[in-house]
């Protein structure tokens, strides 16, 4: 392959800004303590930083409704403090993306202020709006979609919340005003975009309604009462059903593209990531999106070798059909998901498994993201008090399980609490002290930190420790960069019909390089005579051991092996 580019090197690492580091002590998280903690990004040794909404925004969305598109948000810091962040992560190294929302504003938006202000005000048309509902289209976070002014007498339209109108991507003028914000960031350097919802920016031009017998409450009480194979594959349907109008409609192609053309025009490859797992958003692979996230593999309770064996094979042929070679990128966990401990743990070898899946991730072929906080194995944390949920949809959830369903409202808070997102953005567990060391002792912090900061689930503890997850994330990155094979090569299957393990080479025309991942809790005496080779030198081994007989690699409970042949 000719010489890669730096989004197909990187390995990302997903910041949630409220959460990652409190440089002022009022128990949020900003610039100034984003720009404290830059060294121990670089130590840590991703190269690539995606900043989740570091806007103005009236909060309903913690930050995916944004009243601004070229200001940082005031408890943040200010433009210059940005700037200072973005200058200290290039000197290290690290290239930074920012999250562009682009399918909808915040509704205390001077545009969407203007624009529901009177029906013939020069904003008029920026947002969808229609004089009554035209169809039954929900809220994928709370309820119709259609929502009243009565400035204008008429209805707008929102795919989430009701705070967060959509924009009228029709109109040229909104498209404009949109890519100068695009470029204001552009030219202060930044190297690319996270695409937000991409797939809802255009709905069904035809309005076509949905056909779910139910409200939105009704089939998320559905689905968390599914529970033979039979119900949760027809609350999956529903899911779908309920929803596929408003999505994916026509015009998207040529957005991307445009949007592309602009990136394009700035020296030093700027990159575009949708949060979408649609490969058709790559275009003919090199005139939109320059990756897409590959969500299929973590669609699932349990990653097992089979799973993640035809993922690749699904994805990689998919990727391979595209005019331009695609690139792949994978992922196993962000803002909106739980904790990969408590998604993919089984209870009992929790910090075993977070291993190997960290070694999953990073020996696929594709540019890996993580996302902060998995690296020193932090967990969900149920936040059963509704009156500290900061997750809207959660607390929609909590009321109208309550006032709807009747739900006692302590079953009601459980539930909003395990559904709500802000049990996986708890604040950044940095020591063992109080608040974790997020923020000072006697300063609320915006989310209650997770208490078990005290048994070791702290940077400040695992750095000093080096058998932490810490510090294996540390070597399984650095193994990952030093390798080329892993970094650029190609990806081929062996063994496949192992269930228990996954065995692949990576290969570049100079180097081979074995993977063997043991996903069971039984030892594994595998044999790889088959290869060909006759030794193998082993790069990283989660076992000591000096030499490996490719006839008898013993690889441990959930051992992990990477040797070149
Ligand atoms: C996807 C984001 O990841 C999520 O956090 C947000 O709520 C929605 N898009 C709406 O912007």
């Known amino acids: 392959m000719s010489q890669p580019k730096w989004w197909q090197t990187a390995i990302f690492y997903q910041i949630y800004p409220r959460s990652f580091a409190d440089g002022n002590s009022d128990g949020i998280g900003d610039f100034k ?54 200058e200290g992560a290039h ?34 048309d920026w947002y969808v709006w229609a004089d009554t509902p035209p169809n039954n289209w929900q809220s994928c976070f709370d309820g119709p979609a259609w929502t009243y002014a009565p400035e204008r007498g008429q209805y707008y339209y929102h795919y989430f919340m009701k705070q967060q109108p959509d924009l009228n991507w029709r109109n040229p003028q909104v498209k404009a005003a949109m890519w100068k914000a695009v470029r204001f960031w552009l030219d202060l350097g930044v190297d690319g975009f996270r695409l937000d919802a991409l797939g809802t920016i255009y709905e069904d031009p035809a309005m076509t309604p949905h056909s779910v017998p139910m409200t939105l409450t009704e089939l998320r009480h559905f689905s968390d009462n599914a529970k033979t194979p039979k119900e949760r594959k027809l609350a999956e349907k529903y899911w779908f059903d309920m929803f596929k109008h408003q999505w994916g409609g026509p015009g998207l192609h040529d957005l991307m593209k445009e949007l592309r053309a602009i990136l394009d025009e700035y020296p030093g490859d700027r990159m575009l990531v949708g949060e979408d797992d649609n490969i058709d958003y790559m275009g003919n692979g090199d005139d939109e999106l320059h990756l897409v996230f590959n969500f299929p593999l973590m669609r699932t309770d349990r990653l097992t070798p089979d799973w993640a064996r035809r993922n690749q094979a699904e994805r990689l042929s998919r990727l391979d059909t595209l005019q331009t070679r695609g690139w792949p990128c994978n992922t196993l966990g962000n803002h909106d998901s739980p904790r990969l ?19 999953l991730l990073l020996t696929l072929r594709g540019t890996p993201f993580l996302y902060n906080g998995e690296e020193i194995g932090m967990t969900d944390l149920i936040i059963t008090d509704p009156s500290q949920l900061r997750d809207t949809m959660a607390t929609w959830y909590y009321e ?26 708890t604040p950044m567990q940095w020591q063992n ?60 299957p062996i063994h496949e019909k192992a269930s228990k393990y996954l065995a692949f080479l990576r290969f570049t025309p100079e180097q081979t390089v074995l993977v063997a991942l043991n996903f069971s809790v039984k030892p594994k005496r595998l044999d790889f005579s088959d290869l060909g080779a006759t030794s193998a030198q082993v790069i990283f081994s989660s076992a000591e051991r000096t030499e490996l007989p490719l006839t008898k690699a013993d690889l441990e409970p959930f051992g992990i092996l990477i040797a070149t042949l």
């Open 433 to 492: 002290a109080p608040n974790g060391g997020f923020c000072p002792p006697g300063v609320t912090p915006w989310l209650p930190v997770n208490p078990n900061y005290a048994v070791g689930v702290n940077v400040a503890d695992q750095e000093t420790d080096p058998d932490s997850l810490l510090n294996f994330y540390r070597r399984m990155i650095r193994v990952r960069k030093e390798t080329p094979a892993l970094v650029a090569g190609e990806y081929k």
């Open 341 to 359: 401990l408590n998604r993919y743990g089984d209870g009992v070898h929790n910090l075993q498994m977070a291993r190997l899946h960290l070694a």
């Open 33 to 86: 303590g984003m720009i404290e903690k830059l060294d121990y990004l670089q130590a840590l040794g991703v190269t690539g930083l995606w900043l989740s909404p570091h806007f103005p925004s009236p909060l309903w969305d913690c930050g995916y409704d944004i009243s601004d598109y070229e200001a940082v948000a005031p408890e943040y810091g200010s433009l210059e403090n940005f700037a200072r962040f973005l």
């Open 400 to 425: 109208s399980l309550v006032n709807e369903l009747k739900i006692e409202p302590a079953e009601a808070a459980l539930r909003a609490g395990t559904m709500s997102r802000d049990k996986n953005r």
């Open 91 to 124: 000197a290290r190294g690290m290239k930074v993306i920012l999250d562009l929302v682009l399918n909808h504003t915040s509704d205390q938006h001077s545009w969407f202020l203007e624009s529901k202000s009177s029906r013939d005000n020069p904003k008029a």
